[in-house]
């Protein structure tokens, strides 16, 4: 079809203004709301938020894989020039698999127990490559040895429940990779994980995404996945974009009220031992009956009068730096009060608290 | 203490337990349904109550269960007032003269004197179609089916109910004892559990028939006999795995009695499912009976077993099929209710299945 | 797998014995004996029949004797139905029939069952599912004895409008008499119940491996939808499925006796229910056996069909 425009102008990946709501007898949630966003060939943008913020609805609507009751009600997924939500069904299975490639949270359960690993390796092989039965156990085997399975041929007859959870992990990545895709969606790939595997997946993946030269989505709750690999950074919250930077700004530059407050839970090796961690209080909003306003606002200790009037649009405040905030953070007293507090608070770290609610 | 950090850890600060699967199968977060659990008169329903109150909130949305249930006390309340409902009694054998008086039977002509007498215009008490005398008509034996289906739904409650009392009453303590006990006890009564269930259920159920006479109390001790390896195999399989929860430990830590663990803490966690096997349980006691009634090995004549009647109809089939519409449609409805209200409950019990 | 195999037929065989015994006793609890009715016969006579039957020995022994004898393939001979006839035949000839609609049903069931099963599923809650589960829900209520018996006088009405009043079904059997044909009828009544099971354990599971995340993982890799739910989702949802497909068999199997009984078919259901009539010992004991071994030849069975379906189940201890 369209031959591959790659040029550096235009982006591999557009998503613009996407919104996905699930139609539940409670009403509708809107799960994704007005979400825009960019990725260049080879890119690895990092997705960062909380439990039904939007991130995985997110990710499943670009693979359209968004099930009733959910729906995708707008907006436009450009890859490569061609709108995947305007694709007939047939030649959106050509995208799926081959051009786009997806690995999920839980490895236990996302691969098929009554199938061998070569089985749903070469599924794939066969039906984007075109390569034969002798030919696609072949790619199988070099899947399998490239993402670091000993013995591949040999374990081409398992089944998944002859594997570890972290062996089983890269299995999927082998399957997701098999087609030499232009863009990897990893949807939480590590949560299920121990964290001495969570860290030999995440260089497994750096690796694979050098080699292959492919543009990677990486989802998660976990800031710290996402600050060694992820080039860009964004955050969601309630089904919207609240900041976009690039990874290194986020981290020492923060604008959003939520990413500081997420920043601030999460214990760092470079901080004062006897800082205090600091949790976000409350809960995510009730993504059915919307408040007006920025939804972040009833938990955010920075709110003014406008933040419960108006929800903020998405605004550059620097160089790759967009933010949705009514305030500006580092200007506002709440910034100063908290730093000192920080300070002066001498308690040693009893608890720490994950930022994931 | 250790443990108790790792709660710690794995709680936000509004208490609720941190989960990343914590989104159910449409990537809804689940928090949104946690919002719409029911509550009953704006209070948080209480922990102890709430998993049957709950149950019962699911069940009444279920619209196919209420009608089951509505068809089943409508049929409790045909049983009950049965002597009330039906306007003959089951096994009277109606006479010619009876129902010419209902004029039912072209009258006895009044012979003139000087006149030899005519002969009776024809009148059969047998096969009489529906009137407003015999509601379904006579059967074969000159009997009012209309009657005989209602007096009939006695024999098919009873026997549903007590053959499931009976059922319970051995297997239950046979899955408890061999789930709880374990060892050579759980060994011992589940092979002879496996002899049982091996056994050709029907045939098993007939055998006990023959050798014991046919009754209605033999039928029920049939089929209490028969079906009880399902029930004790079920009631194992659930203590097994409630014997593991930490509950149990826990009491088994402190030294609670055997007993109290057994009938406080295993025996209410394992109800539910037993209550859905009865549920089902009573409909194929039911058809169990039926079945046998049909075989003429089960419920004696003349009682108004539906299965008999539809064994009996069935010589007739041509010239009065009423005689096995009415009691089998009769049977099916009080299948069809037990089914419905089965399948609801089994939904509401166990949301999980839930489609 | 063959030392399981071999550790399951070792259990069956005392299973069968078990059963044996079981029947044995109940019998034996029965008053009377096989020639109790005939009133006309002098005691002697009696005396000397039973002694020749081998009767009169201790009940201990006779179950021995009865034991050793099937063991080797002698099942004795009738004592009532058909006097001196090898019970071996007599339950070999009825039994033809039976199995033969067993058979034929275990087909329709199967074949009926899944496949409504994986209709409705697909089609949840459209006209499909709802009519799919209304049929299924009917056949699972409506009782056998009670469709059979309408079903064959609407049957009978077709094939001849003028059906005289007193119209019988031929004695001499149904399929016999009438043809390969006439096997639909029995075959669809005493199939309709386990399709309805099957249909809605089908649905359910389809329902359940549906959403399930290594579904989604198919899809993500670009497969058509036949492919997702033939390969990927069908073999798992079948699991269950196959469970219940023995006891299944084992109902269709007995529960010929009533269809036997609706269709004046000369099986085995309709030949046990007269011998126990007339307490024809060897008979009863014949068939009970020769059932129970089926039955439990057939949960076996299922139960390696299971092993090669789901690769995580083996049944010897080796890998977890």
């Known amino acids: 079809m369209n031959p591959a425009t790659t040029s550096s102008d235009t982006p591999l990946l ?28 080879g890119e690895t943008l990092g997705i960062v938020g909380e439990s039904g913020c939007g991130k995985s609805v997110t990710s499943m609507s670009i693979m359209r894989l968004i099930a009733p009751p959910g729906k995708i009600v707008g907006g436009k997924v450009m890859f490569e020039g061609r709108d995947l939500l305007a694709m007939n069904d047939n030649d959106m299975r050509h995208v799926r698999g081959k051009e786009v490639a997806m690995i999920f949270q839980d490895p236990m359960t996302s691969l098929n127990p009554t199938l061998t690993i070569g089985r749903q390796i070469t599924e794939s092989v066969e039906l984007h490559l075109k390569l034969n039965g002798r030919a696609a156990q072949v790619r199988a085997a070099e899947l399998l040895a490239l993402v670091g399975i000993p013995s591949p041929a040999k374990r081409l007859g398992d089944y998944p429940h002859q594997f570890s959870g972290g062996m089983r992990q890269r299995v999927m990545i082998a399957m997701a990779l098999s087609c030499d895709p232009k863009l990897l969606i990893a949807d939480e790939p590590t949560t299920a994980l121990d964290v001495t595997i969570q860290a030999q997946i995440l260089e497994l993946m750096s690796r694979l995404r050098d080699e292959f030269h492919m543009a990677v989505i990486l989802i998660t709750h976990d800031l ?115 730093v000192e507090q920080q300070d002066e608070d001498a308690t040693p770290v009893t608890v720490s608290v994950n930022a994931e609610g | 203490m250790a443990k108790e950090q790792d709660d710690l850890i794995k709680r936000d600060p509004a208490g609720v337990p941190l989960d990343d699967s914590a989104m159910d199968e449409e990537g809804v977060p689940a928090r949104r349904v946690v919002t719409v659990l029911p509550t009953v008169g704006g209070d948080i329903i209480g922990e102890a109550n709430s998993l049957w109150r709950d149950a019962w909130l699911r069940l009444r949305r279920n619209k196919l269960a209420v009608a089951g249930i509505f068809v089943l006390i409508f049929f409790v309340l045909v049983a009950i007032f049965a002597d009330f409902i039906a306007q003959h009694p089951y096994d009277y054998q109606f006479s010619a003269t009876q129902i010419r008086k209902e004029g039912l039977c072209p009258p006895i002509p009044v012979t003139p004197p000087n006149e030899l007498p005519k002969p009776a215009p024809y009148c059969s008490v047998r096969f009489q179609p529906p009137s407003s005398y015999f509601w379904f008509g006579t059967d074969d034996l000159g009997r009012d089916v209309f009657s005989r289906v209602i007096f009939g739904t006695r024999i098919s409650l009873a026997v549903g109910l007590i053959s499931q009392l009976l059922i319970l009453l051995i297997g239950l303590p046979i899955g408890l004892i061999a789930g709880y006990y374990g060892k050579w006890v759980d060994y011992l009564l589940m092979r002879i559990t496996d002899v049982m269930y091996a056994f050709p259920t029907i045939l098993f159920a007939i055998v006990v028939l023959a050798v014991f006479g046919q009754s209605l109390f033999n039928i029920l001790l049939a089929i209490g006999l028969t079906f009880w390896p399902p029930m004790a195999r079920l009631v194992r399989s659930q203590v097994l795995s409630v014997r593991e929860k930490e509950y149990v430990e826990a009491a088994r830590a402190i030294g609670t009695p055997n007993r109290s663990i057994i009938f406080r803490h295993i025996l209410p966690n394992i109800l539910s499912p037993v209550i859905v096997s009865i549920t089902f349980g009573i409909p194929f006691a039911i058809l169990t009976e039926a079945f046998l009634s049909f075989l003429g090995i089960g419920t004696p004549i003349p009682l108004p077993s539906w299965g008999l009647m539809v064994s009996d109809g069935k010589a007739y089939l041509r010239t009065d099929p009423t005689l096995v519409i009415f009691p089998g449609l009769a049977i099916s409805l009080v299948l069809f209710a037990f089914n419905f209200f089965g399948d609801g409950l089994r939904d509401a019990l166990d949301p999980r299945t839930r489609k | 797998m063959i030392q399981y195999i071999i550790r399951r037929l070792i259990g069956l065989f005392f299973v069968l014995i078990g059963i044996a015994l079981l029947t044995f006793t109940l019998m034996h609890l029965a008053p009377g004996g096989p020639f109790s009715t005939e009133r006309t016969l002098p005691p002697e006579t009696v005396a000397r029949i039973t002694a020749s039957y081998g009767l009169d020995k201790p009940l201990p022994l006779q179950f021995l004797t009865y034991i050793w004898n099937i063991s080797h393939g002698d099942f004795g001979i009738s004592y009532r139905q058909q006097i001196g006839a090898e019970v071996s035949n007599i339950i070999f000839t009825g039994f033809h029939n039976s199995l033969q609609l067993g058979l034929f049903a275990f087909a329709f069931t199967i074949f009926f069952g899944i496949l409504l099963g994986i209709l409705a599923a697909i089609g949840q809650n459209t006209w499909v599912d709802y009519s799919t589960m209304g049929v299924s829900l009917a056949g699972y209520s409506i009782p056998n004895f009670v469709l059979g018996t309408l079903l064959l006088i609407v049957a009978a009405l077709v094939v001849n409008p003028h059906l005289p009043a007193n119209f019988q079904i031929p004695i001499g059997g149904w399929i016999d008499n009438a043809g390969i044909g006439a096997i639909f009828l029995p075959t669809f009544v005493l199939a309709l119940r386990p399709t309805s099971v099957l249909a809605r354990l089908t649905r359910a599971s389809m329902l359940e491996v549906i959403r399930q995340d290594y579904i989604r993982t198919a899809w993500a890799k670009g497969l058509g939808e036949r492919v997702v739910i033939i390969r990927h989702a069908l073999r798992n949802a079948l699991l269950p499925v196959v469970t219940v497909l023995g006891d299944e068999m084992g109902n269709l199997i007995t529960g010929s006796i009533v269809v036997e009984q609706v269709f004046v078919i000369n099986g085995l259901g309709k030949q046990f229910v007269l011998s126990v009539q007339q307490l024809d010992y060897n008979i009863i004991m014949g068939t009970t056996i020769f059932y129970a071994f089926i039955v439990v030849l057939i949960n076996l069975a299922v139960d390696i069909l299971y092993a090669f379906i789901d690769p995580r189940i083996s049944y010897t201890k080796a890998r977890t």
């Open chain 1, 14 to 41: 557009s998503v613009q203004h996407l919104k996905t709501q699930f139609f539940t007898p409670g009403g509708v949630v809107k799960a994704v709301d007005d979400v825009s966003f960019d990725l260049q060939a």
């Open chain 1, 224 to 338: 710290g996945v996402v600050a060694g690999m992820a080039d860009r950074i964004i955050v969601m919250y309630a089904g919207h974009i609240v900041e976009e930077s690039l990874a290194a700004d986020l981290y020492h530059d923060p604008r959003h009220p939520y990413t500081l407050g997420l920043l601030r839970s999460v214990p760092r090796l470079d901080s004062d031992r006897r800082s205090r961690l600091i949790p976000i209080a409350g809960l995510p909003p009730d993504l059915v009956n919307v408040p007006p306003g920025c939804p972040f606002a009833p938990r955010c200790t920075f709110a003014v009068d406008e933040s419960l009037k108006e929800r903020p649009e998405l605004r550059p405040v620097a160089a790759n730096h967009s933010v949705a905030c009514w305030v500006d953070v580092r200007t506002a007293p709440q910034h100063e009060a908290i």
